[in-house]
């Protein structure tokens, strides 16, 4: 059995990015304005925002622009959630009139879709943790548990009740203490 060669889609859009390359917008999500250059000859290559019909170079940014673009995918949560719920109920239900047997896949990814770009899709969260080496605990004394243990409590008590300042818990080492010189 040979290696598979190919790339995949992500990885030829990666290639073609870090070329330069702009990728390919689909036509029914392209901005509906016309580049200014081309006396309305050629229409803007740009994406328009989510739900919207221009890009934010042609008044995408507007607040205007931006609630009649929220109001639009808003509109669309409720037939969502019924196509979603008559999805669930489809059993390969064959059409009277043409005879092609129904699917749901369709209407579950078009559903799933405005339910994501609207905020009701499905939350992610990513957790991203250190392993940490326990092997030095079992040096600990039963009194520097304690101590540990106290610094612990009193650091869950302030976070719940004081707000996290970014710009000072961003660097490692507060202080500019010295630190000792390796002896290698």
Known sequence: MGVDTTLSK???RAQRLA???RPEVPEN???TASKAWSNGQQQCSNAAIKGGKVC???GGRAPQVREAANNRLMALVDPAISGLSHALKITSEVCSKCGMVSDANGLVKASTAVLDRTGFGAKQTISLERP???SWTQYL???EWDAMEQI???AKERMETEPIDVEATSSPIEDNTELPASTE
Do not use: W
Request: overall charge negative; some cysteine; charged content about 35%.
């Open 10 to 12: 992500t990885t030829k």
């Open 19 to 21: 070329h330069g390359e």
């Open 29 to 31: 999500r392209r901005c």
């Open 56 to 58: 934010p170079a042609h």
């Open 132 to 134: 940490e080496d326990t």
């Open 141 to 143: 004394t039963d009194a």
């Open 152 to 154: 612990i409590q009193a």
